[in-house]
């Protein structure tokens, strides 16, 4: 079968193992419901172009309190999610130099789209997959400034997500349905207007009015959910690190040699050595070695699988 490439997938198969099991033949997911509803926060963008400063640090305040976090409080999202987005990219790279932070990828001669993908350069350019990738790369650094904005963008990055869990949930006999990628839900949360998505410091508040009375109360009014990221990457880095590092060892005896470039393997690897080295096993900084890391590793076993002999 097709390999996991990602790192919550083999907890969705679980998942819909158990669902089959409990006799469900059709399952309705709410994958993309983030995406197509969106939590609303670049409504402070909105806000803040709109010159509405008052009713912008207002719901940063008001969506601050409802989701304690270090790094989340209502300065943090007053910056990054209303004002940042309406400041030049130049005006970012000198803020960023004169706090000191030197850029990711700083001294590298290679394309930002290559700094950031374990694809090989020269395999990429040999297929073409240069410019994909490139576009890619801008698409995720694009700064959106309205709601609509980043849900188009999410609807068209992340669709491809789909085929896989449907291919799973076929794999184990049931039906993968997805509601909230229905046309006709798509185009109504696009026309929503943006307080219709956070309202009164609550994200995805036209979802949570649907729902009041037909939910449980905990789960309609709950603030932030479960990921399988941070459980994922506890297990890497404080169990499954070793395993990894003998895989990307052997990385070229296999024909992924010809695909992968270890130069940005090895920086991910050294940067989750580090990590576990600390103990610092959930930090939301992981996610993008670990998700690029992770994919080099799923694809290296799916390898070493179709080299077994057939029983």
């Given at each position: 079968?097709?390999?996991?490439?990602?790192?919550?997938?083999?907890?969705?198969?679980?998942?819909?193992?158990?669902?089959?099991?409990?006799?469900?033949?059709?399952?309705?997911?709410?994958?993309?419901?983030?995406?197509?509803?969106?939590?609303?926060?670049?409504?402070?963008?909105?806000?803040?172009?709109?010159?509405?400063?008052?009713?912008?640090?207002?719901?940063?305040?008001?969506?601050?309190?409802?989701?304690?976090?270090?790094g989340r409080g209502a300065r943090q999202l007053l910056w990054h999610q209303g004002l940042k987005p309406w400041l030049p990219p130049a005006v970012l790279r000198g803020l960023s130099w004169l706090r000191g932070s030197r850029p990711q990828g700083a001294g590298d001669a290679r394309p930002?789209?290559?700094?950031?993908?374990?694809?090989?350069?020269?395999?990429?350019?040999?297929?073409?997959?240069?410019?994909?990738?490139?576009?890619?790369?801008?698409?995720?650094?694009?700064?959106?400034?309205?709601?609509?904005?980043h849900s188009l963008g999410g609807i068209g990055r992340d669709r491809h997500v789909l085929g896989p869990f449907n291919l799973m949930a076929a794999r184990v006999g049931?039906?993968?349905?997805?509601?909230?990628?229905?046309?006709?839900?798509?185009?109504?949360?696009?026309?929503?207007?943006?307080?219709?998505?956070?309202?009164?410091?609550?994200?995805?508040?036209?979802?949570?009015?649907?729902?009041?009375?037909?939910?449980?109360?905990?789960?309609?009014?709950?603030?932030?959910?479960?990921?399988?990221?941070?459980?994922?990457?506890?297990?890497?880095?404080?169990?499954?690190?070793?395993?990894?590092?003998?895989?990307?060892?052997?990385?070229?005896?296999?024909?992924?040699?010809?695909?992968?470039?270890?130069?940005?393997?090895?920086?991910?690897?050294?940067?989750?050595?580090?990590?576990?080295?600390?103990?610092?096993?959930?930090?939301?900084?992981?996610?993008?070695?670990?998700?690029?890391?992770?994919?080099?590793?799923?694809?290296?076993?799916?390898?070493?699988?179709?080299?077994?002999?057939?029983?």
């Open positions: 079968g097709e390999p996991f490439f990602v790192v919550n997938m083999p907890l969705q198969w679980q998942c819909y193992a158990a669902a089959r099991q409990d006799g469900t033949r059709v399952l309705l997911d709410g994958n993309l419901g983030d995406t197509v509803v969106s939590l609303g926060e670049l409504r402070l963008a909105e806000l803040v172009g709109a010159g509405r400063w008052r009713t912008a640090v207002r719901e940063a305040n008001l969506l601050a309190a409802g989701w304690p976090n270090p930002a789209w290559a700094q950031a993908s374990p694809v090989l350069p020269a395999f990429a350019a040999r297929i073409d997959h240069a410019p994909r990738l490139q576009a890619l790369q801008a698409g995720r650094g694009q700064a959106y400034r309205s709601v609509r904005q049931m039906e993968h349905r997805h509601p909230f990628f229905d046309k006709r839900m798509v185009e109504f949360c696009l026309g929503l207007p943006a307080e219709q998505r956070l309202h009164d410091g609550w994200t995805r508040a036209i979802e949570r009015d649907a729902m009041t009375g037909i939910l449980p109360e905990a789960i309609a009014r709950r603030r932030y959910k479960a990921s399988g990221v941070p459980a994922a990457s506890r297990a890497l880095l404080s169990r499954d690190l070793p395993a990894l590092g003998r895989l990307i060892d052997g990385l070229e005896d296999t024909p992924a040699a010809a695909w992968v470039d270890p130069t940005v393997v090895q920086r991910d690897f050294a940067s989750l050595q580090t990590a576990a080295a600390r103990g610092d096993y959930e930090n939301s900084g992981h996610r993008l070695p670990m998700t690029r890391l992770w994919r080099v590793m799923v694809l290296l076993l799916w390898l070493r699988q179709g080299d077994q002999p057939s029983a």
